[in-house]
């Protein structure tokens, strides 16, 4: 019910009038009925089985995400959303930063055969949009990391089963998301998820979370508190439905805007929140300890690395993280990829909510051969630190709040840095974003670019608003909006020319580029790319 006084706003009269897992009966009637009968209030409601209209509006086209808990797949999922791909969304797909697919120029003719598809190998796409808990993430090493505190991964089952399909949580006040890590180096996702669990070890010597609530970008960000609180291995389930709970119950149901749940942490602060926990667990939490957070670095999945899990016969196991550029990948690279993991190892696959892959469980003695063959679909295992690091959202092509193009751009932009700065190696996050929403978390990039519009000489023109220096981890922090803007397909040139100044001018080798940015004033980052030509000359002296 509206509270009085207060007028309900459309996103609340429309979960009111009918919940959003109720719309699913109406998909199946649509799909007989054709794209142009739908009601505008169920297409609002089919969020909650992952179905957004895409651009062009009038064509009648879905994007449809599909939730894959921890970003693990096994072979048999990830050729079953290939083919999916191939036949019924133009062999479309999109690894998200949330360790989900996205498949694009879905039909709603289509839409109950993809969904039958998909539960027969135990996919769905349920609740990966609307006002529910998304799709929950995780470390995608989880339980094959070598020094990892917990496997996490079956806790992630549990908790992204624990909501699901459940009329108590399928009408929240706005969407919802959690982190749960078991890493012993835990980087970055608690402190930007409206719940963030960090494995840590209580003074006791008991393994277990540190608890962090009210984290998230989009167009207001907020750095996740932490509440000091200790959370067993078997306490998560209890603890995170209490906290969903209070954000069901204390939300903001009367403006969207202020609707997550970082803005009710921010309001109350981490001391009235965590009493309201304890009072509705009906029992004090224990205090946890300091979690020591690592710098977040976008190749820390990528490479070979060796797995804490052997074979049948004790030999050792590697993953291989590999690069998918901007996190395109096609119905035939699923496909195939799929097949490679099942043929040289154990048949499963995981995405990295940097938008790349990793294919663990192989044999020493296939590296070598499966590396080369994954190459071979553009997916490496040795790439530049530019494709490693960066991510794009969905952008104009698809998206209708975009105000830019995205993925090409990004695609452009990685290139032309590889073959202009073919020596770089260090860190580097870019992110390629198409409006202030930030899908493509452009707030925790070294360089963010953020769709806008502009004018020049009476004609619409598109620029990205640059926003330096954002790294999440030890010394979290977001990017700095600068004033200046560059022409979208000038991008490319002012990232070029930034890195030939960091170069340049950075302390010493091992300075990192996100602290070189850090200790410029922002009117130093302002022209910062205008010192190109010193740079250029001091590089040369180097040489
Ligand atoms: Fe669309 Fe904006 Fe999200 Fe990009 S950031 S996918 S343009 S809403």
């Not at 921010?266 to 001391?271: D, Q, S, T, Y």
């Not at 192989?362 to 490693?388: K, M, N």
Request: glycine share 8%; hydrophobic share 35%; charged share 30%.
């Amino acid at each position: 019910m509206a509270p009085e006084n207060t007028k309900e706003n459309r996103a609340e009269r429309i979960k009111r009038e009918k919940d959003g897992l109720d719309v699913w009966a109406d998909i199946e009637r649509y799909a007989e009925t054709g794209f142009q009968a739908i009601d505008p209030d169920d297409l609002d409601r089919f969020k909650w089985y992952g179905l957004y209209t895409q651009r062009p509006a009038e064509e009648g086209f879905f994007m449809l995400r599909i939730r894959i808990p921890n970003g693990v797949l096994s072979s048999e999922q990830l050729e079953t959303i290939g083919w999916l791909s191939r036949v019924y969304a133009r062999s479309t797909g999109d690894i998200t930063t949330r360790q989900c697919i996205q498949l694009h120029y879905v039909r709603i003719q289509d839409v109950p055969v993809i969904v039958r598809e998909l539960g027969k190998v135990g996919l769905t796409t349920q609740e990966t949009c609307g006002d529910v808990v998304r799709n929950v993430v995780g470390s995608p090493l989880a339980g094959i990391e070598a020094e990892e505190l917990i496997d996490a991964l079956p806790i992630v089952e549990e908790v992204s089963r624990l909501f699901l399909n459940d009329y108590a949580f399928s009408n929240l006040p706005r969407k919802f998301k959690i982190s749960i890590s078991g890493s012993s180096r835990p980087q970055e996702q608690h402190q930007i998820n409206d719940i963030g669990l960090v494995a840590t070890v209580s003074e006791r010597g008991e393994t277990g979370f540190d608890l962090w609530v009210g984290g998230g970008l989009g167009a207001v960000p907020h750095l996740g508190k932490r509440l000091n609180v200790f959370v067993r291995p078997q306490e998560v389930s209890e603890v995170i439905t209490r906290v969903v709970e209070i954000f069901r119950d204390h939300g903001n149901r009367d403006n969207r805007k202020k609707a997550r749940m970082k803005f009710l942490v921010a309001a109350w602060g981490v001391e009235r929140f965590r009493a309201e926990l304890e009072a509705r667990l009906g029992r004090r939490l224990t205090e946890s300890g300091e979690v020591e957070t690592a710098d977040a670095s976008p190749s820390r999945w990528l490479g070979v690395g060796l797995q804490k899990n052997t074979d049948a016969d004790g030999n050792p196991l590697y993953y291989l993280g590999l690069t998918v550029l901007r996190g395109r990948i096609s119905g035939e690279q699923m496909v195939s990829v799929a097949g490679l993991a099942r043929f040289y190892a154990s048949g499963r696959i995981r995405l990295t909510n940097t938008q790349n892959l990793i294919v663990p469980d192989v044999p020493e003695r296939f590296i070598e051969t499966l590396s080369r063959e994954l190459a071979a679909l553009d997916l490496r295992l040795e790439s530049s630190p530019f494709r490693q690091g960066t991510v794009a959202c969905t952008g104009r092509q698809f998206c209708k709040l975009a105000v830019v193009e995205t993925k090409d751009r990004a695609a452009e932009i990685v290139r032309y840095l590889e073959g202009a700065i073919p020596d770089f190696r260090d860190d580097i996050r870019i992110s390629v974003t198409g409006c202030v929403n930030s899908c493509a978390q452009y707030q925790i990039a070294d360089i963010g670019l953020v769709g806008v519009k502009g004018q020049e000489n009476g004609e619409e023109v598109d620029y990205f608003q640059i926003h330096l220096g954002g790294q999440l981890g030890r010394n979290a922090r977001f990017g700095r909006k600068l004033s200046k803007r560059v022409r979208v397909e000038e991008a490319k040139y002012y990232i070029e020319r930034l890195i030939h100044v960091y170069r340049a001018q950075r302390l010493s080798e091992r300075e990192r580029f996100s602290d070189f940015i850090a200790r410029h004033e922002l009117r130093e980052l302002e022209t910062l790319d205008e010192q190109l030509a010193s740079a250029l000359e001091l590089e040369e002296v180097l040489r």
